[in-house]
């Protein structure tokens, strides 16, 4: 059975910082990209940033709202995919999900189309104060 579980989302002020873990269990993890979406309330599931592997290197994706404030990165031993999120916004508020994708690599327009995850996680929330 393949589970993605989120944790680390919560209550932070505006320019505070969260970091949000993704384990994944029940597939080869080296063999997916993983993706961090969000949706706020009203609103599309966006993607936020993404990882995937071409011949044992990492390649990383980031939409331009969060380029330079957030951070994902791999722990493979662990199966785990982390979000570091800084100098958070209001607009920043949603539920956040990680998936995976078999195979998935870029271009953006692919790797960041919500419907090419087979699997996904329940979500956590992450509420920003200004």
């Known amino acids: 059975e393949v589970q993605l579980v989120e944790s680390g989302g919560g209550l932070v002020q505006a320019g505070g910082s969260l970091r949000l873990s993704c384990a994944a269990s029940?597939?080869?993890?080296?063999?997916?990209?993983i993706g961090w979406f969000r949706q706020a309330p009203g609103k599309e599931r966006e993607a936020v940033s993404c990882i995937t592997s071409v011949d044992g290197s990492s390649i990383i994706y980031y939409a331009d709202s969060v380029k330079g404030r957030f951070t994902i990165s791999s722990d493979n031993a662990e199966n785990t995919v982390y979000l570091q999120m800084d100098g958070l916004r209001a607009e920043d508020t949603a539920v956040y999900y990680c998936a995976a994708g078999f195979g998935l690599v870029g271009p953006e327009i692919i790797i960041f189309d919500k419907t090419m995850y087979e699997y996904w996680g329940q979500g956590t929330q992450v509420t920003v104060s200004s």
């Open positions: 029940g597939i080869t993890f080296e063999k997916y990209a």
